[in-house]
T-cell receptor, first 113, second 109 residues
Framework: DAEITQSPRHKITETGRQVTLACHQTWNHNNMFWYRQDLGHGLRLIHYSYGVQDTNKGEVSDGYSVSRSNTEDLPLTLESAASSQTSVYFC????????????FGQGTRLTVV | EDQVTQSPEALRLQEGESSSLNCSYT??????LFWYRQDPGKGPEFLFT???AGEEKEKERLKATLTKKESFLHITAPKPEDSATYLC??????????FGTGTSLTVIP
């Protein structure tokens, strides 16, 4: 069955370190998204991609970057981790074009100490 | 300004006690409204998509409806296994999804 997987599921890192969260989908979807989820804020869009070599900033993109070198993967990089980036991160994908629902991974819980 | 607002934030129901969750949005040019269920420690799970005012979708004890400015998720005779956080998302430009903060539903046996 097609799926979307995130790794690692849990990570603790130190302030200032570079961290990369992986997202891999086997749906062959063109659209991929990264969200963070915090109490009181819900899911907020960090970055998104509509296809290979395409990346776009979301509403909370400062301190994060993504790259899309193939259809299956959209890694999220925290350039210099800050305590404010402690959160649960979700990756999602959807078919190209509009109106299609997004499918989510199981999430990565990141703690920055 | 929030584009998607969900209410109530939390809801406790007795088993069998029907109720509704609300999702209101301020965006214009809605392309789609999506309902998701999220269990603790898991990613959101897709439930419904609604595209136009007047549309309704049903799945077991859940029924979603859409008007021009809001959507309702009706839960009929809920069971404890319906306990979860229900999220609403809108798509109004591009293919991005914008989420509300969710309603935490607890169904008491």
């Amino acid at each position: 069955d097609a799926e979307i997987t995130q790794s690692p599921r849990h990570k603790i890192t130190e302030t200032g370190r570079q961290v990369t969260l992986a997202c891999h989908q086997t749906w062959n979807h063109n659209n991929m998204f990264w969200y963070r989820q915090d109490l009181g804020h819900g899911l907020r869009l960090i970055h998104y991609s509509y296809g290979v070599q395409d990346t776009n900033k979301g509403e909370v993109s400062d301190g994060y970057s993504v790259s899309r070198s193939n259809t299956e993967d959209l890694p999220l990089t925290l350039e210099s981790a800050a305590s404010s980036q402690t959160s649960v991160y979700f990756c999602a994908s959807s078919e190209g074009g509009s109106y299609a629902e997004a499918f989510f991974g199981q999430g990565t819980r990141l703690t920055v100490v | 300004e929030d584009q998607v607002t969900q209410s109530p934030e939390a809801l406790r129901l007795q088993e069998g006690e029907s109720s509704s969750l609300n999702c209101s949005y301020t965006v214009s040019g809605l392309r789609g409204l999506f309902w998701y269920r999220q269990d603790p420690g898991k990613g959101p799970e897709f439930l419904f998509t609604l595209y136009s005012a007047g549309e309704e979708k049903e799945k077991e004890r859940l029924k979603a409806t859409l008007t021009k400015k809001e959507s309702f998720l009706h839960i009929t005779a809920p069971k404890p296994e319906d306990s979860a956080t229900y999220l609403c998302a809108v798509q109004f430009t591009g293919n991005q999804f914008y989420f509300g903060t969710g309603t935490s539903l607890t169904v008491i046996p």
